[in-house]
């Protein structure tokens, strides 16, 4: 089949495949501990079989969330390096919430928004997973003292929170910036959204099909 | 007791029956009258069908060494020297049933805690999810998980004989009678009795440890050094929930899921007020921005442009 010669490709198959499982593996590990995070909540430990299967299950989804996690982190690190350009971007944010985008200094693969999610998402995960550990009964727990584990779990639900809360604007984000969404499902973004929304990598991607 | 008398429940957050009254009962336990021999164990394991498996001696009379999903009292021995005097303090351990229990606030499993208007706080195995969160809620280092089913266990004080007029196990059986029973008015009361006689044979910091750290006990203690209860395997001075218990299960939680939800609704009206980014839009207004700018700056001198 010819490409399409409006769309240019932002993921390959291992890269959205990566993404979908650790967002898959998010919504589990989020439902599970959102189900023990408050009482109003529990309820949804009936999607997990009740609250002693969502007990055991939560960590294990976890666990598998940040591998997945760490790989797909570890693909796009380089991607998310904040610039210069990227604190001007951040100061103009109140014309990026207004959809006023025509003033904003050029953006490269990633926004500065994007960038700094990442890294935040970064940090989350490290603190769950090792919080994780310091209370995961009934295997890890007792290696910890008990002044550590009050902590570890006061810790735990603070970053959950963030997390969540990140993840949200995230979802939104990539409904809100239309063909964002299609980018992460097909792999594939139209010329245009990569040219107004992502000009200096556009440049760089037309550049490459220039050069072969 | 029946649901009648549950005057608190974890992960509950409406309020609980309080059509009917009891009155607090509690267990007073006289260490100074207290002489070591262990039936009170002997006891909880009878009445409960309880069968620790054989340990090791650790050196010390402390037998089970610690507490466990199957001992739900312990003896704990302390050598100390005070006024110039060889002392062998003997503290029975177990649940304290406090007024405000850690663990009954930890919970995340609406009704695997249970606290009754008699101040008995209880265990219901079958809600029980095994995450711990007791352990981490309990100031006195109380609760054990089960190795085989994960699940929570702690002394009852025997809630099934209370209900039906009978004393716990270990008060029944205590053959100095360094345990009792009754309500905690009357406990208070008989201590009282004994803080003086132990005052008048020379123990002058003799008192009653009712930690109101914790809202108060209702297993009580009557200490030969109420001043010191760390003399006793570490007794803890001023009991009270940690700080950092308090606030994961405090106003946190609520606040945190109306954060969330405050995000998600502001997401869906920022797209109602302000819609979403379409680069074709975008795009073309760009371009005849760009055209108008440039078909002006041909056509006449930008000073002149109105």
């Not at chain 1, 990566?18 to 967002?23: C, D, E, I, P, T």
């Not at chain 2, 704990?76 to 405000?100: P, V």
């Not at chain 2, 695997?112 to 706080?121: D, K, L, M, P």
Request: aromatic share 12%.
């Amino acid at each position: 089949m010819e490409p399409n010669p409006n769309l240019i490709q932002r993921y390959t198959p291992s890269e959205r495949s990566n993404h979908w499982m650790v967002a898959i593996l998010f919504f589990l590990a989020a439902f599970s501990g959102l189900a023990l995070f408050h009482p109003a909540l529990f309820w949804l430990t009936n999607l997990f079989g009740g609250g002693a299967w969502t007990r055991i299950l939560h960590p294990f989804l976890g666990v598998a969330m940040f591998l997945f996690f760490l790989i797909l982190a570890l693909r796009f690190m380089h991607h998310n390096i904040l610039k210069s350009q990227d604190r001007q971007w951040l100061k103009q944010i109140k014309q990026v919430i207004a959809n006023e985008d025509e003033h904003l200094p050029p953006v490269g693969r990633y926004n500065a928004g994007q960038k700094l999610l990442f890294w935040v998402m970064v940090l989350c995960m490290l603190i769950l997973v090792v919080t994780g550990f310091m209370f995961w009964q009934p295997w890890f727990a007792h290696y910890f003292p008990i002044g550590l584990s009050r902590l570890a779990v006061l810790l735990h639900a603070f970053s959950a929170w963030v997390l969540i809360a990140g993840i949200l604007v995230h979802i939104y984000a990539a409904f809100w910036v239309k063909g964002t969404m299609q980018g992460m499902l097909t792999g594939f973004v139209t010329r245009i959204w990569a040219k107004v929304h992502h000009p200096l990598w556009y440049k760089e991607v037309s550049d490459n099909e220039k050069q072969s | 007791m029946s649901s009648l008398d549950i005057q608190r429940r974890s992960a509950t957050t409406t309020e609980p029956p309080q059509a009917r009254h009891s009155v607090e009962v509690a267990k007073l336990i006289d260490v100074s009258t207290c002489i070591g021999c262990k039936a009170c164990q002997v006891a909880c394991m009878e009445w409960n069908d309880l069968r620790d498996k054989v340990g090791h001696n650790i050196g010390v009379y402390d037998n089970p060494a610690d507490l466990t999903d199957q001992s739900w009292t312990v003896m704990r021995y302390t050598e100390t020297e005070q006024n110039g005097k060889l002392e062998w303090l003997i503290r029975k351990d177990g649940c304290m049933h406090c007024a405000d229990p850690g663990c009954l606030k930890a919970c995340p499993s609406p009704g695997a805690i249970i606290q009754y208007t008699n101040g008995i706080v209880d265990f219901q195995q079958e809600h029980c999810i095994g995450c711990g969160y007791c352990i981490q809620g309990c100031p006195f280092n109380i609760p054990r998980l089960s190795k085989k089913d994960n699940k929570a266990y702690k002394c009852t004080l025997c809630s099934d004989r209370v209900t039906v007029g009978q004393a716990p196990a270990c008060v029944k059986t205590c053959p100095t009678g360094a345990i009792h029973f009754g309500t905690k008015e009357a406990m208070k009361d008989y201590a009282e009795t004994r803080i003086v006689d132990l005052k008048s044979r020379g123990y002058e910091k003799a008192g009653l440890y009712d930690p109101q750290g914790v809202g108060g006990t209702h297993v009580m203690y009557v200490l030969q050094h109420a001043d010191q209860p760390q003399l006793y395997s570490k007794l803890p001075d001023n009991p009270h929930i940690s700080a950092s218990v308090q606030l994961w299960k405090g106003w946190t939680k609520p606040l945190g899921l109306a954060g969330l939800g405050l995000i998600a609704l502001g997401s869906f009206f920022h797209f109602v007020r302000r819609g979403r980014k379409v680069a074709e839009d975008e795009y073309a207004a760009r371009e005849k921005s760009l055209a108008t700018v440039q078909t002006s700056q041909s056509d006449q001198p930008p000073a002149e442009r109105v």
